[in-house]
């Protein structure tokens, strides 16, 4: 791990040196044979380097677009390594085998029955992860995908809407005007409480405060995580008990750039987790053979799911009244079913122009793990 990290390093200087991200071909020229002869590295391992550190300057230069990092160089430290199936690594339920500088070597898994599934013919293992955990151990994400069969979308009928949020994680309505609400007050308690929990240790700011500190930005970051894998599950099996055939939900992407918020909700809203939440709500759903479409958010919380008129005060706080028509609901009820309504709309729209498959989407999906 430590040679693969210096190699990853090594490459990282070139691109830095070059100024602009370069392809995972163009750095792999550059570097293979430095990699190879040099630092050790095997030849699967010298083109994962090149792979990998291509990745980060990507993602580095997307950053830069959006005026969020500047142009810098990348350091990586000695805590995870890339693998390939078969050249690299195999697996089954009772060993892992793993290539390393001095030969390959067999490790036992300590196997559960809830992983028993990933070991079955219909599922792909991709690219793996050896890595450093914080406790010191070393364990192996593995990484897997399989074909799920959906509905095509020309024979979508039951659409259902997601409004996510802070004061619930979660609202839901379907075409059928069934509606579900989770997770209420759920993240807003977990913020408020861990947000005095720091106030009051940096106040103190003595070393054994500054440790528990940084203990406690884990454990807020693994509650939270593991409260949004509990409300996905929960949405994705009342789709499912719904017959649900897609879910929309909004495409909040600038959310937190385009949205002024209250000094008092700011730090609340800036830790908001939604993306997280939609990831595993998506994964969850095509797992299950549901359909995932992203809409447009504008104006969905100030526009009145009955009439369609669009106005800022239709909105007050939890409360949506329209100043139109009157009609009355629950402000994040009221957004998902103008959500669910976009949804709908779209697969009219296709259907309109003489097709119902989106661009570049395969009728099979696969879903990872």
Known sequence: MEKYTEGMNFASNVVYEYGEPLSANKLQKLTYKHLRENIGLLSQMSCNVARQVSGAYKSLQEQIEKGKAEWKQIEFEPTNIKFSYRRDYKINQ???????????????????????????????????????????????????????????????????????????????????????????????????????????????????????????????????????????????????????????????TNIRDNTEVRKRDRYCHESWSFKQLQKYIEYKAKERGIRVKYVDPEDTSKTCSRCGHINRNN????????????????????????????????????ESQGSCQPPDVDANETTSA
């Not at 949020?165 to 379907?174: E, K, M, W």
């Not at 949506?320 to 957004?335: M, P, T």
Request: aromatic share 10%; hydrophobic share 30%; charged share 35%.
């Open 94 to 252: 009772e060993k892992l085998s793993i290539t390393t500088l001095d030969g390959r070597k067999e490790y036992e898994i300590i196997n559960y029955s809830y992983a028993k599934q990933y070991f079955s013919d219909e599922w792909k293992y991709l690219a793996s992860e050896l890595v450093e955990h914080r406790d010191g151990e070393y364990y192996f994400h593995l990484s897997c995908e399989r074909e799920v069969e959906e509905k095509p979308m020309e024979e979508a009928s039951n659409f259902m809407g997601i409004d996510v949020g802070i004061n619930y994680l979660a609202v839901c309505t379907t075409t059928d005007k069934n509606q579900a609400f989770f997770g209420k007050g759920m993240a807003k308690d977990l913020r408020k409480t861990y947000k005095k929990m720091r106030e009051r240790l940096k106040t103190k700011g003595t070393f054994s405060a500054l440790k528990r500190l940084k203990a406690l930005s884990g454990k807020e970051k693994r509650l939270m995580k593991q409260h949004n894998h509990k409300v996905s599950k929960e949405i994705v099996e009342y789709a499912k008990e719904q017959n649900v055939d897609v879910i929309g939900m909004e495409d909040l």
């Open 315 to 350: 909105r007050r706080g939890l409360d949506f009244k329209c100043q139109s028509c009157g009609y009355e609901l629950h402000a994040d009820l009221n957004g998902a079913r103008n959500i669910e309504h976009r949804v709908k709309d779209f697969r009219h729209d296709l």
